[in-house]
T-cell receptor, first 115, second 120 residues
């Protein structure tokens, strides 16, 4: 399968714990996006990478959220000291180099439940 | 500010009926892109169409058609002869590309979605 993959698919954690999610984009895609989707809402943009550079991170929800893409391939999203309000679906998307506003290909998401 | 409004929260139709999903957007940019995505019960967002702000031609792809009207800032989606497999949540999204307001990094601004249920 050559689509965007995300792991884990589901994560249940206790409040206050740290969690990390991984996204593997389509191999030739240099742009990578993270979104958050809560129940009944559309996805909400969090952050964006072009290769290994994080070009937009002002939309990260708080300083507890951070993301990396160290080698310009896979990316991780970490949430520290989780809160119940962090419960949501976290989506990753990638898009190819040609054209900034091309379609984005989404992964299946990681569903986070904070108890 | 940029915004996408999908006023229809849920729509229920019977198979073979035609259905139109509404999308209204707000942007200060003259250059932007509009998208529709489908999110079936499995959860993965599936790309349906992209349209740029300079192309107001309507588009038809099989049973799907899109009507883009800049005068009313709308980008509506019609499914003809709906089928049960069309049941999903449909999202309209906007990506700003103009230089005047700093543009964007291609990130999508989504509406809240319209849940379509097609009953046999």
């Amino acid at each position: 399968d050559t689509g965007v993959s995300q792991n884990p698919r589901h994560k249940i954690t206790k409040r206050g714990q740290n969690v990390t999610f991984r996204c593997d984009p389509i191999s030739e895609h240099n742009r990578l996006y993270w979104y958050r989707q809560t129940l009944g809402q559309g996805p909400e943009f969090l952050t964006y990478f072009q290769n290994e550079a994080q070009l937009e991170k002002s939309r990260l929800l708080s300083d507890r959220f951070s993301a990396e893409r160290p080698k310009g391939s896979f990316s991780t999203l970490e949430i520290q000291r989780t809160e119940q309000g962090d419960s949501a679906m976290y989506l990753c998307a990638s898009s190819p180099p040609a054209g900034l506003h091309n379609e984005q290909f989404f992964g299946p998401g990681t569903r986070l439940t904070v108890l | 500010a940029q915004k996408v409004t999908q006023a229809q929260t849920e729509i229920s139709v019977v198979e073979k009926e035609d259905v139109t999903l509404d999308c209204v957007y707000e942007t200060r940019d003259t250059t932007y892109y509009l998208f529709w995505y489908k999110q079936p019960p499995s959860g993965e967002l599936v790309f349906l169409i992209r349209r740029n702000s300079f192309d107001e031609q309507n588009e038809i792809s099989g049973r799907y058609s899109w009507n883009f009207q800049k005068s009313t800032s709308s980008f509506n989606f019609t499914i003809t002869a709906s089928q049960v497999v069309d049941s999903a949540v449909y999202f309209c999204a906007l990506s700003e590309a103009g230089r005047n307001y700093g543009g964007s990094q291609g990130n999508l601004i989504f509406g809240k979605g319209t849940k379509l249920s097609v009953k046999p």
